[in-house]
C-alpha cells in the first residue's frame, strides 16, 4: 500500500486547509482510511477516520469544523479542515487499514506525512 499526502501548508487561525491522499494498493487494506496527527513533542492522535461505505469518525477536537471523504473510485482520501486554530498545528498522517479500529494508532500503512501550521 502507497499513500502520498497533500495539500498540507502554512494558515491563519480561522482559516481553512484541504489534505488529500492518495492510495494505492491491497483493497481490503483501504477498507478504512484515517487521518492522525502528531505535534512536537506529543504522541501520534486519531484525527478522523472513513470506512468504505462512507461511516465517519471524528476526534472531539475537530468534531465541527472538519469533514473527512474519500472516492473509492479514484482511491483517494481528504480533509478539509475550518476555523484552524493553532493547535491543529502538527505532521498529518494518512493511514490505510483493514479493519476499524482507530484507537490503535501504529495499526495499518501511513504515508510520510504533510506539515500543518497554523499561526495566530
Known amino acids: 500500500v502507497q499513500l502520498v499526502e497533500s495539500g498540507g501548508g502554512l494558515a491563519q487561525a480561522g482559516g481553512s486547509l484541504r489534505l488529500s491522499c492518495a492510495a494505492s494498493?491491497?483493497?481490503?487494506?483501504?477498507?478504512?482510511m484515517a487521518w492522525y496527527r502528531q505535534a512536537p513533542r506529543k504522541q501520534r492522535e486519531f484525527v478522523a477516520g472513513?470506512?468504505?461505505?462512507?461511516?465517519?469518525n471524528y476526534a472531539n477536537s475537530v468534531e465541527g469544523r472538519s469533514t473527512i471523504s474519500r472516492d473509492n473510485i479514484k482511491d483517494t482520501m481528504y480533509l478539509q479542515m475550518n476555523s484552524l486554530k493553532p493547535e491543529d498545528t502538527a505532521v498529518y498522517y494518512c493511514?490505510?487499514?483493514?479493519?476499524?479500529?482507530?484507537?490503535?494508532?501504529?495499526?495499518?500503512?501511513w504515508g510520510r506525512g504533510t506539515q500543518v501550521t497554523v499561526s495566530a
Open positions: 493511514n490505510a487499514r483493514p479493519l476499524l479500529n482507530y484507537a490503535l494508532t501504529d495499526f495499518g500503512n
Open positions: 472513513i470506512s468504505r461505505d462512507g461511516t465517519a
Open positions: 494498493g491491497s483493497f481490503s487494506m483501504l477498507n478504512v
